[in-house]
Nanobody, 124 residues
């Protein structure tokens, strides 16, 4: 059974930084593409960033380009989301998702495994 566990959320002031981590267990991490999604109150879940199985290709949603970086460390079965220059509008529950596949995927419905989410709150 594959499990996905996020960590690293918290409360930060605007302009601050956080690094989210997501550990995948019970599966073969090296065969998986990974994504980070977020859902703010009253809004739909949206993709934030995604990374291919090899790590060579990434996707970033427009509003976070230049501020967030997705990376993976296969030896630790972990994907990271480094978030810099955080804004109040980044406040949301952040979810990590995994799927078996090769390419970057941004459609949430195509991900097979999801974590429970970690809260990120950015104060103004």
């Amino acid at each position: 059974q594959v499990t996905v566990l996020e960590s690293g959320g918290g409360l930060v002031p605007a302009g601050g930084s956080l690094r989210l981590a997501c550990v995948v267990s019970g599966g073969s991490f090296i065969t998986m593409t990974m994504g980070w999604f977020r859902q703010a109150p009253g809004k739909e879940r949206e993709v934030v960033a995604a990374i291919s199985r090899s790590g060579s290709r990434t996707y970033y949603e427009d509003s976070i380009k230049g501020r967030f970086t997705i990376s993976r460390e296969d030896a630790k079965s972990t994907v990271y989301l480094q978030m810099n220059n955080l804004l109040p509008e980044d406040t949301a529950v952040y979810y990590c998702a995994a799927r078996n596949g090769l390419k970057v995927v941004t459609n949430a419905s195509r991900y097979e495994y999801w974590g429970q989410g970690t809260q990120v709150t950015v104060s103004s």
